[in-house]
């Protein structure tokens, strides 16, 4: 379980010596990173590393030549020694024998206890805390049953760094109380990734997918656009595929364009958990080729669409070795999950937070504009994003290199909050905040003098020392929520009132 403590009582001194905003109630709660939470992940022994060569059909070879004696030696000492470790260990060890059966011959007829020993031969446990639990968001959580009066209860995302810095999603839950005493529920003792369900895509997000990687008349394109239904399945695009006329398979960009539409495919799943999984145990893992390194910095926020239609956005960097963009997970329970790619030049970058409802029937974003500074940028659809307006954001001494945002902006009577973080000499990190007009969400309002946060001295010694981070806080009557992770090490949390907040941000 992920180790939960009392922070030691805090000097007061924070990194830089910069002097913070004194409304700020610094919770004495931290969670720390735990080693002890693993995943059982598929392995193909030999396929990591580019020198490495695949070693899988020797795997498969020496289980067929064990005695029956022996294999059932080697999978009881397996299920002996990791059962209690995983929920659900052979299910697992079955869809891993299942990626890799191709191996078998098909006159070999392996019996049950084979296969199951085989597809644990090609499983591995991941330490997805190993290195780091951080960078926290916070939302109310769907269900509200069973709690006391003035209490709600929150879902809290957060990013795990494990082996190789590989990023993965977690999530915490916890109630608020009225007087704003904060608890973190126990998380369970286990870890899953779920299973990849059949998705539906949408043909206008595959236009978006396409536009600019084919010439304008590309006629596979316009086929396909022509043809597949507006929402649309794996089936569907295969028998649209399989009809497209003979001769235009012959031209020179058709495959360019088949292997366009597959990228595509490949970055758009759905993924769902057991009803009876705690919100805990499940973790949103890197599975499409754009997030081959890792799910990083979810930001979560519940949306209202105009049609009164309520949804879970969060926007997260897919990283793939090289290249990093903004991404997009929706869940109305948290317990099914649709992810997919967003489009757009303004989608190129980290740091992408939605706003929870449209203004001026468009949809909105925070964006980092290529760490040169942030802006809004909007959109029709919520897929596809233009249309850029830089913030003029106030210059501020401790963020003097950089300001970007902490998360959703949340709707106030006086505007938009938006939480910010910057950065300053000696690259210390500061938490602020800063207000955006109502209507016209470019204009900044309101700026908070001093920061909300700065990593204290007894914290600044980390993972990556002075920094603190958030990627989304929660705003609950009177009392402002933020979580943020230290130093990529843990978690704390600290709570502000929010009416004077708003009076000290406008200069009352």
């Known amino acids: ?9 805090r000097t007061g001194t924070v990194a830089g010596g910069i002097e913070t905003d004194r409304s700020v109630t610094r919770k004495d709660l931290r969670l720390n990173r735990d080693p002890a939470r693993v995943i ?5 022994p030999g396929s990591y590393g580019p020198e490495m060569s695949a070693r899988a059909a020797g795997v498969v ?14 999978y009881a000492r397996t299920i002996d020694g990791f059962n209690g470790r995983h929920r659900g260990l052979e299910a697992v060890f079955a869809e891993n024998f299942s990626v890799i059966a191709h191996r078998v011959d098909h006159d070999i007829d392996l019996s049950g206890l084979r296969k199951l020993l085989v597809g644990a031969l090609f499983t591995q446990e991941y330490a997805i805390e190993g290195a780091a639990f951080t960078n926290p968001s916070m939302i109310p959580h769907p269900d509200q049953d069973g709690l006391g009066p003035g209490q709600l209860r929150f879902v809290m995302s957060a990013r795990s760094i494990g082996e190789g810095n590989l990023s993965c999603t977690e999530f915490r839950t916890g109630v608020l109380g009225q007087d704003g005493h904060l608890t973190v529920d126990e998380p369970s003792p286990y870890a899953h990734v779920g299973r990849v369900q059949q998705t539906l895509y949408e043909r206008s997000t595959l236009r978006a997918a396409l536009d600019g990687a084919a010439d304008d008349d590309d006629e596979v394109v316009a086929f396909l656009l022509h043809h597949l239904p507006e929402r649309f399945s794996d089936a569907d695009l295969e028998a649209c595929l399989g009809q497209l006329p003979p001769q235009l398979l012959v031209l020179e960009r058709t495959h360019r364009t088949f292997s366009r539409i597959h990228w595509f495919v490949a970055c758009h799943y759905t993924i769902c958990f057991a009803d009876d999984a705690d919100v805990s145990e499940r973790v949103l893992w890197p599975l499409s080729p754009t997030e081959r390194k890792g799910i990083e910095d979810a930001r979560f926020v519940r949306c209202t669409d105009d049609d009164g239609r309520e949804l879970y956005r969060g926007t997260y960097t897919a990283y793939n070795g090289t290249q990093a963009v903004t991404q997009l997970m929706e869940t109305s329970d948290f317990r ?3 992810m997919a790619q967003m489009f757009g030049a303004t989608v190129a970058d980290k740091g992408m937070a939605l706003f929870p409802c449209q203004v001026g029937g468009r949809y909105l974003a925070l964006s980092g504009q290529g760490r040169n500074g942030s802006a809004i940028v909007s959109s029709a659809d919520g897929r596809v994003w233009s249309h850029p307006q830089r913030l003029k954001m106030p210059e501020q001494p401790w963020a003097l290199t950089y300001v970007g945002n ?3 902006p949340i709707k106030t009577d006086a505007g938009w909050l938006v939480l910010t973080y910057g950065i300053g000499p000696m690259r210390v990190y500061a938490l602020g905040a800063v207000l955006l007009d109502l209507e016209e969400p470019t204009r900044v309002i309101g700026a908070l003098p001093d920061p909300l946060v700065v990593a204290a001295q ?4 980390a993972y990556v020392p002075n920094v603190v981070y958030s990627c989304g806080a929660m705003k609950y009557q009177d009392t402002l929520v933020i979580p943020y992770g230290i130093g990529d090490m843990g978690i704390e949390f600290a709570t502000v009132p929010v009416s004077g907040l708003l009076d000290r941000m406008v200069g009352k």
């Open 336 to 338: 099914t999950f649709r």
């Open 458 to 461: 007894e914290e600044r010694d």
């Open 40 to 44: 059982a992940k598929l392995f193909v």
């Open 61 to 74: 070879h020496r289980v067929l030549a064990l005695s029956d004696a022996d294999a059932e030696a080697a």
């Open 406 to 408: 902490c998360g959703s």
């Open 1 to 9: 379980m992920t180790t939960a403590e009392s922070v030691p009582e």
